[in-house]
């Protein structure tokens, strides 16, 4: 079933000396957690890691709203151990990102050992089955729908589909998981993802672009459907 959508809000495009200001905007604006996006200049271009950490560690003291942190790192454990530190409530991995099933196995495992949620991401070019067996293990999957790495892309229409595929999948077998959509996600293209399966939706410049957070946010987290049979 899925009627309640969350949003979560990328912090990646925040002006510098804006941010203290604009994470407690977003937080009476009502966002369900701050999305912090965590790339090493290895696995994707751009570098954020000690950016996203300051951020997380301010975040952590000036609020209770949960932290959402997405790796797109090479060294899965060593980023892991370092986000730890600000107490997040989920951490997500690539599958890309680990060599073997089984250090996929390892990541979840050691991820839970630390009393956090775990998911994981897979990119636009990976097929969605590859992920089906660790669904039972994890609380969130997240589908990227654009190359990670850069903010303000356009969402790729053919992940839609593919929202929808994993969406069929968990509730024929009844695996209670979130399913979280990132990339491109904005009032227009909204609709598309939540009719199509995904729960919780990263919005960063939509949300961040708009004069008021919180009437963007609220009309991300509308309802377009009613209960699923």
Request: charged share 30%.
């Amino acid at each position: 079933m899925v009627n309640d959508f969350e949003v979560s809000t990328s912090i990646l495009s925040l002006k510098k000396g804006e941010e203290n200001s604009a994470f407690l905007e977003l937080e009476a604006a009502k966002t369900d957690y701050f999305h912090i996006d965590v790339m090493d200049g290895k696995f994707v271009e751009k570098d954020t890691y000690q950016k996203m950490l300051e951020y997380a560690a301010y975040i952590r003291r000036i609020s209770n709203l949960p932290l959402d942190v997405h790796l797109m790192v090479e060294d899965v454990k060593s980023a892991i151990n370092d986000f730890l530190a600000v107490e997040p409530n989920i951490i997500t991995f690539h599958l890309e990102a680990c060599k073997n099933k089984e250090e996929v196995y390892e990541m979840i495992k050691y991820i839970k050992q630390n009393n956090c949620k775990v998911g994981i991401s897979i990119k636009p070019n990976t097929k969605i089955e590859e992920i089906y067996e660790f669904l039972p293990l994890i609380h969130m999957c997240l589908v990227m729908t654009v190359e990670p790495g850069k903010g303000g892309q356009t969402l790729l229409i053919d992940m839609v589909e593919k929202i929808s595929t994993l969406r069929k999948y968990v509730d024929k077998n009844d695996i209670d998981i979130d399913i979280e959509a990132d990339g491109g996600i904005n009032l227009n293209t909204a609709d598309k993802v939540k009719e199509a399966g995904a729960n919780i939706l990263v919005a960063g410049t939509a949300i961040l672009m708009a004069k008021d957070y919180s009437v963007i946010i609220k009309e991300l987290k509308k309802g377009v459907f009613g209960d699923r049979p």
